[in-house]
């Protein structure tokens, strides 16, 4: 079993890690739908801005000499090159992006060695880049339906010019862009979900008791007409300190209790030692004398209780008897 279990895992992470990586990506990882699903025109995401970049071209002194408009992005396809779905963000937003910024850092690099401001793909908003947009002079067309900015009429925005000198309407993210409705809800509903979680973890009980009754035989007949059902109990101690309980029964009238091994001996209580940040599984047998046998199922309670703290516990179980 343990061989076919890491041939499998082998195999499948070979399959998904190596072959289909893009695949997997696409269409398995729910990533790209919840990113997409979050997102509006305000949150910030990778963007290629065209109305810095467009025109492309290879050959920009070339195309100053001739009198031509070029734009920042000379063609490198660094950004695609270390992308690791092998998408261009340059075509836009697209399904396939996971958001590794990867891009950013590749062209951030081609424009410092270009002596160049940083910043043709960035973190921007979708208001801020059709803002920039429409200021660059591209116009919406329909295409298939949908709106998109045609690129061939971009006119770029403050090119090669100091940052002091740009343009003062060109749009740029900025405190307002996070501090919004939509994010405020967004901020407070991970925030309760964090506090639940650490409520959770605070308040949690840390003394757990399950029983589990013994399959077969349900019951045994002793010799004196009492009625005898094991039961496997395990005790956890999720403390870091040894901690002694007392094990007790409740709602079983005459019922007593004997650890495995000691049958001569039966008491109405036990007492349980637990070492530290351990779980302790022991066999008990519980008795319940003829007189005070019921037919068939009953149900009663395992109830542990720690000595010397109010700390407890309790489990509920049946005991079995004959049913006639």
């Not at 940052?163 to 405190?175: D, F, I, M, N, Y």
């Not at 046998?293 to 009663?300: S, V």
């Not at 309670?301 to 049946?318: L, S």
Request: with cysteine.
């Amino acid at each position: 079993m343990a061989y076919a279990t890491v041939a499998v895992l082998t195999f499948t992470t070979y399959t998904f890690g190596g072959l289909l990586r893009e695949q997997v990506c696409t269409y398995m990882c729910p990533w790209p739908r919840i990113q997409a699903a979050m997102l509006d025109e305000h949150s910030l995401t990778v963007t290629y801005n065209d109305w810095r970049g467009e025109p492309r071209t290879r050959h920009t002194k070339r195309a100053l000499q001739e009198g031509k408009t070029v734009g920042d992005c000379c063609y490198c396809n660094a950004c695609v090159a270390v992308r690791p779905m092998g998408i261009d963000i340059r075509d836009g937003q697209q399904l396939e992006c996971i958001t590794c910024a990867l891009c950013i850092d590749a062209c951030d690099g081609v424009m410092q060695k270009l002596g160049r401001e940083k910043g043709l793909i960035s973190y921007t908003t979708l208001s801020d880049y059709d803002a920039n947009m429409a200021l660059s002079g591209a116009k919406r067309i329909n295409q298939e339906g949908d709106l998109v900015w045609d690129t061939s009429e971009v006119r770029p925005i403050a090119l090669h010019e100091p940052v002091e000198k740009r343009q003062s309407s060109v749009a740029h993210t900025s405190l307002k862009t996070f501090i919004r409705p939509r994010t405020l809800i967004y901020i407070a509903i991970w925030s309760l979900c964090g506090l639940a979680l650490l409520a959770a973890l605070f308040l949690r009980d840390r003394l757990d008791i399950n029983v589990r009754h013994d399959r077969n035989p349900l019951f045994v007949m002793l010799s004196d007409g009492s009625v005898r059902n094991g039961y496997e109990i395990k005790i956890l101690n999720m403390k870091a300190p040894p901690r002694i309980f007392e094990l007790h029964l409740r709602n079983l009238e005459g019922g007593q209790m004997n650890l495995a091994g000691e049958a001569q001996t039966k008491w109405t209580k036990l007492i349980i030692a637990v070492k530290p940040d351990q779980l302790r599984q022991i066999k008990v047998f519980v008795t319940v004398p003829r007189e005070n046998i019921r037919l068939g199922r009953k149900k009663f309670e395992f109830y542990v209780k720690e000595i010397k703290r109010a700390e407890q516990a309790t489990y509920t179980a049946h005991f079995e008897a004959p049913r006639t």
